[in-house]
């Protein structure tokens, strides 16, 4: 059995994940803290923010994030490869600056527009 704090909403609400009856959660509220308890023992995932390189604009760097949560396990790995990445000025909010990401299908976005 493992306890977790169910990060859905204000509430947290005290999670009970049953590894050994086919991660059955108990102490959730409502289907988010159901679902969380079970994805964050079989495939725990995480939006990624972070920022690259900009050249050609004002700034140097770009603030970004995978446009959905990718496996936390791929986390540092995605950050490594964005490292190496550089844009050019200018950006819109939401242009993908790097498709498929470490092949998982989630692209990586700007946050902010920059010129
Ligand atoms: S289980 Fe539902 S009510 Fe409880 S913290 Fe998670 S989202 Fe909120």
């Known amino acids: 059995m493992t306890e977790l704090i169910c990060i859905g909403c204000p509430r947290g609400c005290h999670l009970h ?51 959905h949560p990718i496996p936390k396990k ?3 790995e995605a950050m490594e490869v964005l490292n190496h990445r550089e844009v050019k000025a200018p950006v819109k909010c939401g242009d993908v600056v790097y498709a498929d990401i470490l092949n998982t299908g989630i692209d990586i976005v700007a946050t902010r527009d920059l010129d």
Do not use: Q
């Open 17 to 67: 994940v049953d590894e050994e009856n086919d991660y059955k959660v108990t102490g959730n509220s409502c289907n988010i803290g159901a679902e969380y308890g079970r994805n964050e023992l079989i495939n725990p995932t995480r939006t990624l923010t972070t920022t690259i390189r900009l050249s050609g604009g004002n700034h140097h760097s770009l603030p970004v994030r995978s446009a």
């Open 74 to 76: 791929l986390l540092f």
